[in-house]
């Protein structure tokens, strides 16, 4: 049974960092893609970042400009989104999840991810 768990949320002041860790267990093999999405009150879940496991390619929405980066770390099955220079704007609900293969060009389609975790909040103050 897979399971995703997400940690490190909390309440950061704007210009400020936080770093999302997932701990993923049950998975039975080493290629998946695992991404991190968002979904603020009021408003659709939306990706944030993808990551290929197995070769470390990366994936990116257009707005985040480079204050985002997300990597993981194979041998303990955690993925990790490190956020610089947030805004309030990035306040949501932020969940992990993991899909078998790779996702590559559909990698922002919540759909194509057969797994979720229960999500951690991030509040960004002004």
């Known amino acids: 049974q897979v399971r995703l768990v997400e940690s490190g949320g909390g309440s950061v002041q704007a210009g400020g960092s936080l770093t999302l860790s997932c701990t993923a267990s049950?998975?039975?093999?080493?290629?998946?893609?695992m991404a991190w999405f968002r979904q603020a009150p009021g408003k659709e879940r939306e990706a944030v970042a993808a990551?290929?496991?197995?070769?470390?390619?990366?994936y990116y929405v257009d707005f985040l400009k480079g204050r985002f980066a997300i990597s993981r770390n194979n041998a303990e099955n955690t993925l990790f989104l490190q956020m610089n220079a947030v805004e309030p704007e990035d306040t949501a609900m932020y969940y992990c999840a993991a899909a078998a293969g790779h996702v590559n060009v559909d990698w922002a389609n919540s759909d194509r991810y057969n797994y979720w975790g229960q999500g951690t909040q991030v509040t960004v103050s002004s």
């Open positions: 049950g998975l039975s093999h080493n290629f998946y893609t």
């Open positions: 990551i290929y496991t197995l070769t470390g390619r990366t």
